[in-house]
């Protein structure tokens, strides 16, 4: 179940994917498949390759992008990865904060 998440930061996203940059949308999100994760970073990019190109480097296999035909296809970032990835790209301002219980600062 997703949550915690506003229709300008899902238009940013979407905006962002459709202009073919590598965009990032995290968001509270509670599933009993993942215990103790909290939220989820979704990556995306219209360029399909460009997308597969940057999981690479992260050692993310192109066989895990979500596909999705409304063109908003995307990797899910969750638990340590995710953390990893949004440090190494800059994106501090993604990241779980457990003790405040909010995203960013």
């Known amino acids: 179940m997703a949550f915690g998440i506003k229709r300008r930061e899902i238009t940013e996203w979407k905006r962002k994917i459709d202009n073919g940059e590598i965009a990032f949308l995290t968001h509270y999100w509670l599933d009993d498949r993942f215990p103790g994760c909290k939220t989820v970073t979704k990556v995306g990019c219209h360029d399909l390759g460009k997308l597969a190109t940057w999981g690479k480097k992260y050692g993310l296999k192109k066989e895990w992008i979500h596909y999705r035909v409304d063109g908003y296809s995307h990797f899910d970032l969750l638990g340590d990865r995710q953390k990893e990835?949004?440090?190494?790209?800059?994106?501090?301002?993604h990241i779980w904060h457990n003790k405040t219980g909010t995203l960013g600062k």
């Open 85 to 93: 990835i949004l440090q190494k790209e800059g994106l501090l301002d």
